[in-house]
């Protein structure tokens, strides 16, 4: 889940601020105007964790994504065999999430890969510890929550999305629906590529808690490396699987993810100037990307990416600056 701040300035504050920004009982969501006049298009929004005040004429709120109240929820018994895994996902936060206090609309695709899986209250598992598990195998579910505009009463509402892939690709030898350009809309980027303990390894073991002096782990997964030396790595993806396979199916997503080292590339463009988030792209469809190339005179526009960096890439994060001018962030 994510997180931010925001400052409520109490003078010009609408009236009913205290309740609209208790702690624990409401959510702020960011929207954009639609283009046509229609409902405001939320982008994020967040619960409100905290509150300060002080002699100020300010009020300080620390906000976060709806997956974080997944952390507050918490797993009872159950078993689900021979189960698709989206089908885990929705029982899960129907059973032990929507009990009418709070309620997330579930979207599903599809049943997903057959799972089996077994939850004990006794385990003190949250929904989010066991959501983040169940992604965390080789092919397993992808889940984030956005938010819908309701008219009636006039409100947005929380969706949790699962699906095999979050976003979409462009159609084979089409290009993406978005691309940014530098020159152009991107006046920033990074790219950051990061073999550090934790982001790069091609030898990897995932482990569980020894029962009576014998630990459950995977076989060793390793990837042939030319060009680095043997880097290991060793993990817990939870504290309660006794199933080898599902350990190595761990271990099997982790390797795809660490062989290569962590890569990442972060653009900064201006809000007005750059493909619209929420319309033109979303979170977790592939976006193209251009920065430099050769000038008329064969001369690299920007040193640090000789003859340009273009390609495609999925955007599985954003961050956007609301301070003047507003930026988006695709990552």
Avoid: C
């Amino acid at each position: 889940y994510s997180s931010a701040t925001a400052t409520l300035p109490v003078p010009t504050a609408p009236e009913g601020w205290e309740r609209a920004t208790l702690p624990g009982a409401v959510a702020l969501v960011l929207t954009d105007d639609a283009q046509d006049g229609t409902a405001p298009v939320p982008l994020w929004g967040g619960m409100v964790s905290r509150r300060v005040r002080d002699l100020g004429d300010t009020v300080s709120l620390s906000l976060a994504t709806l997956e974080a109240y997944f952390d507050r929820r918490f797993v009872g018994d159950v078993t689900y065999t021979a189960t698709g895994q989206h089908a885990i996902v929705e029982g899960v936060v129907e059973d032990f999430v929507n009990d009418g206090t709070v309620t997330f609309r579930v979207a599903v695709a599809a049943a997903g890969a057959v799972r089996d899986r077994t939850y004990l209250d006794a385990e003190d598992k949250t929904v989010y510890s066991v959501l983040t598990e169940l992604m965390g195998v080789d092919g397993g579910p992808e889940w984030v929550v956005t938010w819908e505009h309701q008219s009636d009463s006039e409100r947005f509402t929380p969706v949790l999305t699962t699906a095999d892939r979050i976003g979409s690709s462009p159609i084979a030898g089409l290009a993406p629906a978005a691309t940014l350009e530098a020159p152009g809309a991107v006046v920033a980027a990074s790219f950051a590529e990061d073999y550090a303990a934790g982001k790069g390894a091609n030898d990897i073991m995932a482990t569980s808690t020894a029962t009576a002096d014998v630990r459950p782990q995977s076989p060793r997964q390793a990837s042939t490396d030319g060009e680095r030396p043997t880097f290991e790595h060793r993990f817990a993806p939870s504290t309660s699987i006794t199933n080898v396979a599902t350990l190595t199916a761990h271990a099997q997503a982790a390797l795809a993810q660490m062989a290569s080292g962590s890569r990442s590339l972060s653009l900064t463009a201006v809000w007005d100037d750059a493909p619209r988030l929420g319309r033109d792209w979303f979170i977790g469809d592939d976006i193209g990307y251009v920065l430099g190339g050769l000038d008329s005179a064969g001369v690299d526009t920007v040193p640090a990416f000789p003859g340009g960096l273009s390609g495609v890439a999925r955007a599985w994060g954003w961050e956007i600056n609301l301070t003047e001018p507003v930026t988006i962030s695709p990552i």
